[in-house]
């Protein structure tokens, strides 16, 4: 901003810019993964912060094959989850509380709502076992946010039913994180599965795998939400 207001946390965080949106939780919830190691939480357009006690990430996927479109989180099988979901404000305002508007009367700001409370940034790394950790105050409650998503994603295929018949199945590891207490830990999840089909065909595909690159993570603050 060269104009305007400004408002910046003990950590040097932005937290409120007039000309940039200052994201507002727009659903939450409480979750337990699946035996595959996922769940569905909703078609929402925004970002997830999870709270769990194990690697947890999230994923946004296109409507396939029985798997509704919309945000999936991945982890180990029977992990518990709170997750956040985040995007900017929405209109209309709240009746209450500092409302910002930016020089084309977009909303910016919404006090009225529960803003993305930022902790800190922190990268990690797709390589397979990577981890790292960082400490904050153990008396807050935190979530991880990921930014820039790391994933990794392998795709066999299997012979089922009819001589030409077959599925897909894809082994999904994302970029997340876990909170015990004040040590929040980065890596990637733990791999879980999705099973798509059955196809028709002949050859049977060839497996493949891809990758993203590095992630970056916003550790958020949560207490009282």
């Known amino acids: 901003m060269t104009a305007g207001i400004k408002i910046i946390?003990?950590?040097?965080?932005?937290?409120i810019d007039d000309a940039f949106p200052t994201l507002a939780m727009l659903a939450q919830g409480t979750t337990t993964l699946d035996g595959e190691g996922s769940r569905y939480i909703g078609n929402h357009a925004g970002m997830v912060a999870v709270r769990s006690?194990?690697?947890?990430?999230?994923?946004?996927y296109n409507q396939i094959d029985g798997y509704?479109?919309?945000?999936?989180?991945?982890g180990p099988p029977g992990a518990v989850v709170q997750w956040?979901?985040?995007?900017?404000?929405?209109?209309?305002?709240?009746?209450?509380?500092?409302?910002?508007?930016d020089g084309a009367?977009?909303?910016?700001?919404?006090?009225g709502r529960k803003a993305a409370r930022v902790a800190g940034l922190r990268s990690a790394s797709t390589r397979p076992g990577w981890q790292g950790s960082a400490q904050f105050d153990p008396g807050r409650a935190w979530a991880?946010?990921?930014?820039?998503?790391?994933?990794?994603?392998?795709?066999t295929f299997q012979r089922w039913g009819d001589p030409q018949e077959y599925l897909q199945h894809e082994d999904v590891s994302v970029s997340g994180g876990a909170v015990n207490g004040g040590t929040i830990t980065f890596g990637m999840t733990q791999t879980a599965r999705r099973t798509y089909g059955p196809y028709y065909g002949l050859p049977l595909p060839t497996r493949f795998t891809y990758t993203g690159n590095n992630a970056?993570?916003?550790?958020?603050?949560?207490t009282g939400y």
């Open 9 to 15: 946390n003990d950590w040097g965080t932005v937290l």
């Open 53 to 60: 006690t194990s690697v947890v990430g999230s994923q946004y």
């Open 68 to 74: 509704s479109a919309g945000l999936y989180l991945f």
């Open 84 to 101: 956040y979901v985040y995007a900017p404000p929405q209109e209309p305002p709240s009746n209450f509380g500092l409302i910002i508007r």
């Open 105 to 111: 009367g977009r909303l910016m700001f919404d006090a």
């Open 144 to 155: 991880v946010m990921p930014l820039v998503h790391a994933y990794d994603s392998a795709n």
């Open 216 to 222: 970056a993570l916003a550790v958020l603050d949560v």
